[in-house]
């Protein structure tokens, strides 16, 4: 069967608001059928360059005692967790996740937080976990560079990620050399969902996605490009420019020791690149880059790197600025001018 035409690829396509939902129960389903599926998973992750934590059991969106609600949570002998499975589609990040999670999975055995997602989002999602993570356990030195896909967070919690589509094969060969036609019939039907939800060019809207919350919120986005430059030009981190815009894109030009930046509110950039609407563009001068890549170097150094390049627009090196959360007004505003300060603070002054 081609998993395009997954059957219940197509009923959450059109019953559930949230096909997460239904892929999470749909693999709780399947992994409590048969142990050697969840033998599967661990070899699968061992694969990743992960050492296989101890499951026996699994159960899903079992809340944990620090509010952390994993779609899936493997157990060992003891009961205690030693494994969670984040199933993502589009939905974003909550805001414990990653850290709280992290956080919730002893210490003293190996252990593993896995994120499985469309391959679509998969490096762009990784980011802004190694983002979370070096902001969350920032008052220790357990946090180490990241791999392709995995990170180790202290001697025994890893962080890992992997698309849906290697992920579920890997069961599916397992389930097929122990001839169990059903499990393999099974992972397939999920394996359309995924495939669905990956490819897909335009997902159907749904009623949250139209409320005026989030009209609201990107009428917001504009308002802080023009709050934060005005701040930093209040404190002399940078020269006013003009501003400018394009299609669903917004910008200010900020003058940085010597050098004209682009303050930039871009959705194309936050779809594609990082999970972030605001960007910091290179000066439209190509024979400056050299110099400012190598001024701003330590960037790129960064794990995850802080220069990134847009191959939609000349391949132009872009430093996402992503904003404080849960905090108020102001402080975000703040931090997004300090960020802008640090920037500055790299580059050695040009002629005026």
Not at 39 to 57: D, I, N, T, Y
Not at 142 to 152: G, K, L, T, Y
Not at 262 to 290: G, I
Not at 302 to 318: A, E, G
């Amino acid at each position: 069967m081609n998993p395009h035409d997954s059957l219940l690829g197509h009923l959450a396509s059109r019953l559930s608001a949230h096909p997460e939902n239904v892929a999470t129960e749909a693999l709780a389903f399947i992994l409590r059928q048969n142990e050697y599926l969840r033998q599967a998973v661990l070899r699968f992750l061992e694969g990743l360059g992960v050492p296989p934590p101890q499951v026996v059991s699994f159960s899903a969106q079992q809340s944990e005692e620090n509010a952390a609600r994993p779609d899936l949570r493997g157990a060992d002998k003891s009961g205690a967790p030693v494994l969670f499975i984040e199933a993502k589609f589009w939905a974003g990040l909550t805001d414990h996740q990653p850290v709280s999670y992290l956080r919730a999975l002893p210490s003293d055995r190996p252990t593993t937080l896995l994120f499985i997602v469309p391959e679509a989002r998969r490096q762009m999602l990784w980011r802004e976990l190694l983002v979370r993570c070096k902001e969350g356990f920032q008052e220790s030195a357990a946090f180490e560079s990241e791999r392709q896909s995995v990170a180790q967070v202290g001697p025994n919690r890893f962080l890992a990620i992997s698309a849906w589509k290697p992920f579920l094969e890997s069961l599916q060969s397992a389930a097929l050399s122990q001839g169990d036609r059903v499990s393999s019939e099974n992972l397939n039907q999920l394996l359309g969902l995924c495939t669905r939800e990956d490819t897909t060019a335009f997902l159907p809207l749904r009623q949250e996605e139209l409320s005026a919350g989030i009209g609201q919120r990107i009428f917001q986005f504009g308002a802080l490009v023009d709050e934060v430059c005005e701040s930093a030009v209040e404190q002399k981190i940078c020269v006013r420019g003009p501003s400018g815009g394009s299609k669903l894109s917004y910008y200010r030009t900020v003058r940085l020791a010597g050098h004209d930046f682009y303050f930039y509110l871009s959705p194309w950039r936050w779809h594609t690149l990082a999970e972030t609407p605001f960007w910091l563009e290179f000066p439209s001068d190509r024979n400056s880059w050299d110099d400012l890549l190598q001024a701003l170097h330590p960037l790129a150094l960064q794990s995850p790197p802080m220069i990134l390049r847009d191959p939609s627009w000349r391949d132009t090196p872009v430093i996402p600025l992503h904003p404080k959360l849960g905090v108020e007004h102001h402080e975000v505003i703040q931090g997004m001018v300090d960020r802008l300060r640090n920037i500055r603070d790299l580059i050695p002054a040009s002629p005026p």
